[in-house]
């Protein structure tokens, strides 16, 4: 029965890269090591307990060989050590290849094979970096994008203002895509994590609307609204507001037209001057006075008036 131990990461900073622990004494475990990092596999528990041992590579390599507490053989001399005192194995400076099936094989004192187990490590590159790229759609969604350097096999989640993304917030995507679309109104504090086994780096963003409102009414002449409106340029659903009074003289050609705005006609403080050419006379300072100001007086019809005719003009 295959067995898969958890695996506990410890990032010991970018100078010293990853270095990763892995309980190897169940048959079938999963191990994992970050590439150019350095992993510690428990073979098991005390070797001055075990008569001879050997660790096979892939079935075939032998690359430790020991008897109780004296190592015999260790082919990755240059960047391994083995600790008898408590069995583990500790490989630095991982590599591609060393990713592998390891069979330790245990024998007694005569020879015989009295057990065997097997683990399988792979090897991958950690993840360096992440990025969060967010742009606005047409309808006031935001599209969201997850991406990382680096890693290998690298798993996402998402949580805003801490806690998991929920369906009710997402437009298209889930809570394990790099890519996801938020519903117009959703703002606060968004996390992507980026992980695989042997890593977990996470980048936060503070996020806000894309300035769209939702609305929802009736017009005038009947016409349902129901939707998603950038908010700057809305001019549907607004409450009517009082129109203000214009003020200006009212042209002839405007009497008795609706113009739908509403007017007044300013007093005048002008002197009103008669122009009409039927009548000689003319108003000005209050006071009445003839057209000509000469000793003659004239008819209307220009003939000079006799002095019995000018007489009964004056009285």
């Not at 504090?189 to 769209?212: A, D, P, Q």
């Not at 607004?238 to 009074?245: F, G, L, Q, R, S």
């Amino acid at each position: 029965m295959e067995a898969v131990v958890g695996l506990l990461v410890m990032l010991l900073g970018v100078s010293h890269g990853v270095e990763t622990y892995c309980d190897g004494r169940q048959d079938g475990a999963q191990c994992y090591g970050a590439l150019g990092g350095t992993v510690v596999l428990q073979l098991m528990d005390n070797a001055s307990e075990i008569f001879r041992y050997q660790w096979n590579k892939n079935k075939t390599t032998i690359i430790l060989q020991g008897r109780k507490d004296k190592i015999v053989y260790n082919m990755m001399t240059d960047r391994s050590v083995f600790t008898p005192s408590n069995g583990t194995f500790r490989i630095n400076n991982l590599i591609r290849t060393d990713g592998a099936e390891y069979t330790l094989h245990i024998f007694d004192s005569n020879g015989r094979e009295s057990g065997q187990q097997t683990l399988q490590l792979s090897i991958q590159a950690p993840v360096s970096s992440v990025r969060l790229d967010s742009e606005c759609l047409s309808q006031g969604e935001m599209r969201v994008s997850c991406s990382s350097e680096g890693a290998d096999s690298p798993q996402y989640s998402w949580t805003l203002d801490g806690h998991t993304l929920t369906d009710t917030q997402l437009l298209s995507g889930n809570n394990e895509t790099n890519n996801i679309t938020l519903k117009q109104d959703v703002s606060g504090r968004l996390v992507c994590s980026v992980r695989n086994h042997i890593s977990n780096v996470s980048k936060e963003e503070k996020i806000s609307t894309c300035g769209f409102i939702f609305i929802n009414c009736t017009l005038p002449d009947g016409t349902n609204i129901s939707q998603w409106v950038f908010s700057a340029n809305n001019t549907l659903c607004i409450d009517p507001t009082t129109t203000p009074t214009m003020i200006t003289d009212k042209p002839a050609s405007s009497v008795g037209k609706e113009t739908g705005i509403t007017v007044s006609i300013k007093p005048s403080n002008q002197t009103v001057t008669n122009s009409s050419d039927d009548d000689p006379w003319s108003f000005a300072s209050n006071s009445w006075c003839p057209l000509s100001t000469g000793n003659s007086v004239n008819g209307r019809d220009g003939s000079r008036l006799s002095s019995k005719e000018k007489a009964k003009q004056q009285t």
